[in-house]
């Protein structure tokens, strides 16, 4: 099993920044891929960045590249989703998934194995 918990989320204001950290514990070297998805009411989960643990290589969804910068402390088995420029569209429940292996479907929520809690960010216009 792997436990993932999130923190950092709060109330920014439009052009902000806030720094989401994933922590992960138990069987770590199921956790290859971290990925963070959000989640805004009435709206389904969507993926917003995913990092592979053996090579840092990062993936972004469109409406988040170039603000969003997602990164890993292997030493600490954490993973960072820096979010700078917020905009009150990002407000969202932020959620933290890991899958062992890494996959081409990277982007859908169904293929991740274990999930955190969840963290919410609200950016006010």
């Known amino acids: 099993q792997v436990q993932l918990v999130e923190s950092g989320g709060g109330l920014v204001q439009a052009g902000g920044s806030l720094r989401l950290s994933c922590a992960a514990s138990?069987?770590?070297?199921?956790?290859?891929?971290m990925a963070w998805f959000r989640q805004a009411p009435g709206k389904e989960r969507e993926f917003v960045s995913v990092?592979?643990?053996?090579?840092?290589?990062?993936y972004y969804a469109d409406s988040v590249k170039g603000r969003f910068t997602i990164s890993r402390d292997n030493a600490k088995n954490t993973v960072y989703l820096q979010m700078n420029s917020l905009k009150p569209e990002d407000t969202a429940v932020y959620f933290c998934a890991s899958r062992a292996s890494w996959g081409s479907a990277y982007f859908r929520s169904t293929i991740y194995d274990y999930w955190g809690q969840g963290t919410q960010v609200t950016v006010s216009s």
């Open positions: 990092i592979k643990w053996n090579d840092g290589r990062t």
């Open positions: 138990g069987r770590t070297f199921s956790s290859s891929v």
